[in-house]
């Protein structure tokens, strides 16, 4: 079970950034941590659950230099979330270098002919208990690698804890968070640390088992901390999918150069502190018209109005309370109704106003005007003639 479920949290990392990372870059963070953890998780499976020896010499110590990165990665995305930035400073760099020193130690082993990994492969499944005396690192055996970065990793998420009190206790006068998004984040943040807490608690008391007594024993009286590992892992999965809502971050007022102009929204919806941004995208879309050029994206109103894309993406979703995609479309159906009536079709067919609209194709075109104004546009045309 361990096995599949690291697999299937690797692709979900994997899609989940490759669908947002542009609206959210701290989105990187977030899928290291998964891909990561989800790699020491496969490496321990084929160590002490597997007989192939194929997989143990490709799995076996190659990403341990990585693991160091877990807690860096982590604090990334937590900090920077609260922050509502995406950047890291030159200072942030110093978070690299126990995986540097880590990787530097082990490159004598990478280098080496795959024919010895694949005999330490052979020694490992003969005797689990063999790790102890292979040498892996210049300048640690195993066992204190996975003391190492257990606790360094412990650390990191004891930081993060101590972020997200102090944020808690600042949220409270501070009117720059959109509240009901920050509990939202906030919430995600808590599971995912408990969740990391459980799973680093569970490697760690495997390991030390392990290193004090027989690893084949320990590996034998572990199955509740696999079983738990699995859980653990299906609990961050599907929290993301589940609740997509964690995943725009924490949008944050920068600043109050918007235009305000009145709207049909919600009252509450003006209280939130990027209202006066949802108004200044809705005015930008109208004045401007991107919509109408084929290619147009979201990633286009962030670099014209010069805001993070993430900021964009919750206006529309939250404050204005639609999908981009729908927006759009329904901007563009607007957009060739005003041509219609205008008796552009004199000069143009029902098709060149579709792509003057935005429209790459026909069938598109057809679809979107029928799902919005009920009827497709040849009969809008003829309602308009008689």
Request: one cysteine or more; proline letters at 3%.
């Amino acid at each position: 079970m361990l096995l599949y479920i690291s697999i299937f949290t690797i692709a979900i990392s994997i899609i989940l950034f490759y669908y947002n990372w542009r609206a959210n870059k701290n989105i990187l963070y977030l899928s290291s941590v998964f891909i990561l953890i989800s790699l020491f998780g496969i490496g321990h499976y084929f160590m002490a659950l597997s007989d192939s020896r194929f997989w143990l010499a490709v799995f076996y110590n190659h990403f341990s230099p990585f693991m160091f990165l877990i807690g860096p990665f982590l604090y990334f995305y937590i900090r920077n979330t609260l922050k509502d930035q995406n950047t890291l400073t030159k200072k942030d760099w110093i978070h690299f270098i126990p995986a540097t020193i880590a990787l530097i130690g082990t490159i004598p082993y990478i280098i080496q002919p795959f024919e010895n990994k694949l005999a330490i492969a052979d020694q490992i499944i003969r005797n689990l208990d063999a790790f102890k005396k292979i040498e892996v690192n210049l300048f640690y055996d195993m066992g204190e690698s996975f003391v190492l970065r257990c606790l360094l990793t412990l650390v990191y998420l004891i930081y993060c804890a101590h972020l997200l009190f102090k944020s808690y206790t600042k949220q409270q006068n501070e009117k720059q968070y959109p509240k009901k998004q920050f509990l939202i984040v906030y919430r995600w943040f808590v599971v995912l640390l408990t969740c990391l807490l459980l799973l680093l608690s569970s490697f760690i008391i495997l390991t030390l088992n392990a290193i004090d007594s027989s690893a084949s024993r320990t590996i034998k009286e572990g199955n509740v901390w696999y079983v738990l590992s699995g859980l653990i892992y299906c609990i961050m999965s599907l929290s993301v999918l589940l609740f997509p809502e964690i995943l725009y971050g924490i949008p944050r007022k920068k600043t109050p150069k918007y235009h305000k102009k009145k709207a049909k929204l919600k009252t509450n919806m003006m209280e939130d502190p990027l209202f006066d941004l949802s108004l200044s995208i809705q005015k930008y879309l109208l004045e401007k018209k991107p919509f109408l050029q084929a290619d147009f994206d979201i990633s286009d109103i962030a670099l014209d109005l010069n805001i993070p894309q993430n900021q964009v993406s919750y206006c529309i979703s939250y404050i204005m309370e639609t999908k981009f995609s729908k927006l759009k479309s329904d901007l563009r159906v607007q957009h060739a109704v005003e041509l219609l009536k205008k008796g552009t079709n004199s000069k143009l067919t029902i098709e060149a106003i579709g792509k003057q609209s935005g429209f790459k194709t026909r069938s598109y075109f057809y679809t979107a005007f029928k799902k919005e104004m009920g009827i497709t546009p040849s009969e809008y045309l003829q309602n308009l003639n008689h």
